[in-house]
């Protein structure tokens, strides 16, 4: 039996009304709300517990072990968190010299840095350099993937700033040293001395310490074996900023 009002055979036509628009918009607008609120909220507690215990794993970590699985690849991490104390002084140095060397004195974000960037870039006509910080490095490493896009990007910001206002100065710099790649499956510094050279990160010459921190921008590639040039570049930036900043 029909519908009052419908007869058999008819099709009943589905309406997209402005109403019905703004209200799938409300809800899609609140739901992005409460996940961007969830997901800042944990990465905050994360970063609090992290003031004082290191990360059993991370974003990036994560992501690698799941690239492996996809692609039936073995993984074998090596991962080894130490003390800023068992990391030599010239490791920090050379980090900072390659990486960001106005670490101690910007609040997470170089904007001068982004804007040299934007013009380097713009001269060559290509995407050649960045412009992230030490401290948006260790919060993609954290809570992120190394997938490049402008969400990922936008939502790298806040993270940035949660990191400076929770962690110190030093831990961030610990933190930053023991989690980023340095090949793979090689997390952190001790991880990458011993890879890399047989020896603890604590006792590393000069060299082995730029020839590492040449290798941070592309580690699945680079070998420090084969960044002379560039290890010899960031020496004479670590003479520089060795000179300039109190902290080294």
């Not at 019905?20 to 609140?30: D, E, F, G």
């Not at 290509?126 to 896009?149: D, E, M, W």
């Not at 604590?202 to 084969?226: D, E, F, G, K, Y």
Request: net charge negative; aromatic share 10%; glycine share 6%.
């Amino acid at each position: 039996m029909s519908e009052p009002g419908i007869e058999s055979g008819d099709v009943e036509v589905f309406t997209l009304t402005p109403a019905l628009m703004c209200s799938w918009l409300n809800t899609a607008v609140r739901g992005t709300l409460i996940v961007l609120i969830g997901y800042y909220t944990l990465c905050t507690l994360l970063l609090v517990s992290y003031r004082w215990v290191d990360p059993p794993t991370t974003g990036v970590q994560i992501q690698r072990a799941v690239s492996a699985w996809w692609t039936g690849d073995a993984f074998e991490r090596s991962y080894r968190p130490v003390s800023l104390a068992d990391i030599d002084d010239d490791l920090e140095l050379a980090v900072v010299s390659a990486e960001d060397t106005r670490f101690f004195q910007h609040t997470g974000i170089d904007w001068k840095a982004i804007g040299e960037a934007i013009e380097d870039n713009r001269e060559r006509g290509r995407l050649y350099r960045g412009g992230s910080t030490i401290t948006q490095q260790l919060a993609k490493n954290l809570f992120q993937t190394t997938h490049s896009s402008l969400i990922r990007k936008g939502l790298e910001v806040p993270l940035t700033f949660l990191t400076e206002l929770v962690l110190s100065k030093e831990r961030i710099l610990e933190l930053y040293l023991n989690v980023i790649e340095w090949g793979p499956g090689v997390f952190g510094a001790e991880a990458a001395a011993q890879h890399h050279y047989g020896r603890a990160a604590a006792s590393m010459t000069r060299w082995h310490a730029a020839a590492l921190a040449a290798c941070i921008p592309n580690p699945h590639v680079r070998t420090p074996s084969r960044m002379t040039h560039y290890t010899r570049t960031i020496l004479g930036r670590m003479r520089q900023v060795e000179r300039f900043e109190a902290y080294f």
